[in-house]
Nanobody, 123 residues
């Protein structure tokens, strides 16, 4: 599966952004999807994950209550809504896919990656 993330940009603290990740391939609906982020000089970290049917989601503590992951299998797209943004949310955001239906929070658990989209939050 090929992934294409979009929707990043520059926003002030407290603002919102909506990220999208479009997937190619007819098997998208069977994949567990995740979002990760990587800030300069830091390791890639888990943000959120959603099960193949959207029935289960999981969030990093740092974004819980502010970010929301969803998916539209008919559109082969996974979304990440970012609200109440903070400067520490600044990073390149990546979407990822895995064929295993168990949610995973480590990057090594995902076989497919998009190219990333930059999110910058100014104070």
């Amino acid at each position: 599966v090929q992934l294409q993330a979009s929707g990043g940009g520059l926003v002030q603290a407290g603002g919102s952004l909506s990220l999208s990740c479009a997937a190619s391939g007819r098997t998208f609906s069977s994949y567990t999807m995740g979002w990760f982020r990587q800030a300069p000089g830091k390791e890639r970290e888990f943000v959120a994950a959603i099960s193949w049917n959207g029935g289960s989601t999981y969030y990093a503590d740092s974004v819980k209550g502010r970010f929301s992951i969803s998916r539209g299998n008919a559109k082969n797209t996974v979304y990440l809504q970012l609200n109440s943004l903070k400067p520490e949310d600044t990073a390149v955001y990546y979407c990822a896919a895995r064929s295993n239906r168990i949610l995973a929070t480590v990057a090594q658990g995902y076989a497919y990656w998009g190219q990333g989209t930059q999110v910058t939050v100014s104070s």
